[in-house]
């Protein structure tokens, strides 16, 4: 049976040739000039996907969208907005209606008819069982610290940024915090669509394909799986979707960075138990070091192993702090990694948008470089690539030059 198509659109002309473009396809067309019309037919028929044009005479497609999104019928089909309103703002309140793609006119016939292939296909396939997909070498890590504003975000966003320039692999950044993440901005990549639009889908149904309409890109290659933009939205995600989402980036990605917001909520422990490695941070003061104490104990609790927690001593402040000797102790860890102070350049990255790790040259790139090869995970270590990237020569070179001069 083909698959029947509501198309609104108060423009005549547009409406015609959107109709004869979808028709030939072999689609079953249902055509509204105006808002009223289309949620009558929206009413008495069963759709399985809409074309909703902006600017109606008497309502917004905004509005449509949201009701073909709040009806148990029609909330899963495609919704694609079609509109001569292409500038951000416009882009992100057809998301934020909960449309799953964005047209600016004019378009091409060519592109519509992909996309709506594309939208259909995204539905109506059979996800296949995770555990039936061949798994290729993945390292992931989770970066994490009970006390907010430690620096978790910053070594997130550069370990995975860092990771994706060494390897020029698959990385993906994924943002959980999800009531205020940041890690879009820090990259300043548009936040065109975040975990809220996946957890606007049932768990099951996102796939591969989902997943990659929903992840940003980043200049450097790096995919971005960016926090909603809304703290409403955050509720949307559930374990299951986590579970899920850290499945398919398994199959998909080398590498999987995870920004972890400061708790111990449901979403946090599902992805604290999928990673190979979390990083705990701890800054150099009582407080701080307080909180991953407690963060450690509720891992013991967890069941991780030791290996799999590795503490991270971050100065992210100038003045003078407690000893790496004490903070041991009291932690009864040894500190894997310690961060030195970073003046400035940290802050300037911040408000630019652009990670140091990608700033070749500065010495603070070379720390967050030499920090990803360091957690990149024996498997991606051991092979050396035939075409090593510039970023992996520098580090390399570093490693020997600090070889040589150990021996002197
Ligand atoms: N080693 C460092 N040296 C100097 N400044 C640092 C260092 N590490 C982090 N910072 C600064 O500390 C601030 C907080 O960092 P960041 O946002 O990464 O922390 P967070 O733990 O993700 O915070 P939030 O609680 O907001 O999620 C930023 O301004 C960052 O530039
Ligand atoms: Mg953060």
Not at 64 to 76: A, D, E, G, Y
Not at 336 to 358: N, R
Request: net charge negative; glycine share 6%.
């Amino acid at each position: 049976m083909a698959q029947l198509i509501l198309v609104v659109d108060d423009n005549e002309t547009m409406l015609r040739l959107i109709s004869e473009a979808l028709k030939g396809e072999g689609y079953e067309l249902l055509l509204a000039a105006d808002g009223r019309t289309a949620l009558d037919i929206i009413s008495r028929v069963t759709l399985d996907m809409a074309l909703l044009d902006v600017m109606l005479p008497d309502m917004e497609g905004y509005d449509i969208c949201k009701v073909l999104r709040n009806s148990p019928k029609t909330s899963q089909i495609p919704i694609i907005m079609l509109t001569g309103l292409g500038d951000l703002e416009n882009r992100l309140r057809a998301f934020e209606a909960g449309a799953d793609d964005f047209m600016p006119k004019p378009f091409q016939m060519q592109e519509l008819q992909a996309r709506v292939k594309m939208q259909l296909r995204r539905v109506s396939r059979n996800v296949l069982p995770v555990a039936q997909v061949d798994k290729p070498i993945n390292q992931s890590l989770a970066v994490f610290s009970l006390r907010g504003g430690l620096g978790v975000s910053t070594l997130a966003v550069n370990l995975a940024a860092g990771m994706q320039q060494l390897w020029g692999q698959s990385t993906l950044l994924t943002d959980m915090a999800f009531v205020n993440g940041q890690a879009a901005l820090m990259l300043d990549v548009p936040l065109r669509r975040t975990w809220a639009d996946l957890g606007r889908i049932g768990a099951e149904e996102i796939d591969l394909e989902t997943l990659d309409l929903v992840v940003l890109r980043h200049g450097s290659g790096l995919a971005v799986l960016a926090a909603p933009k809304q703290v409403e939205n955050a509720e949307l995600i559930s374990q299951k979707h986590v579970e899920r989402v850290l499945e398919l980036a398994r199959q998909k990605y080398q590498f999987t960075v995870i920004d972890l917001p400061h708790d111990f909520s449901v979403t946090t422990i599902t992805a604290l138990d999928s990673v190979d490695t979390i990083l705990c941070l701890v800054s150099p003061d009582l407080a701080s070091v307080h909180c991953a104490s407690n963060a450690l104990r509720v891992f013991k609790d967890l069941g991780y192993n030791d290996q799999k927690v590795q503490v991270v001593l971050n100065w992210n402040y100038s003045t003078a702090g407690l000893a790496r000797k004490e903070i041991e102790k009291a932690l009864q860890k040894p500190i894997s990694v310690v961060i030195p102070f970073v003046p400035d350049t940290l802050v300037v990255a911040l408000t630019m948008g652009k990670p140091v790790v990608l700033e070749a040259g500065k010495p603070e790139a070379a720390l967050f470089e030499d920090l990803a090869y360091f957690w990149s995970g024996d498997e991606h270590k051991k092979t050396e690539p035939t075409n090593p990237s510039p970023s992996l020569q520098r580090v390399l070179d570093r490693a020997r030059r600090r070889q040589m001069q150990k021996q002197k």
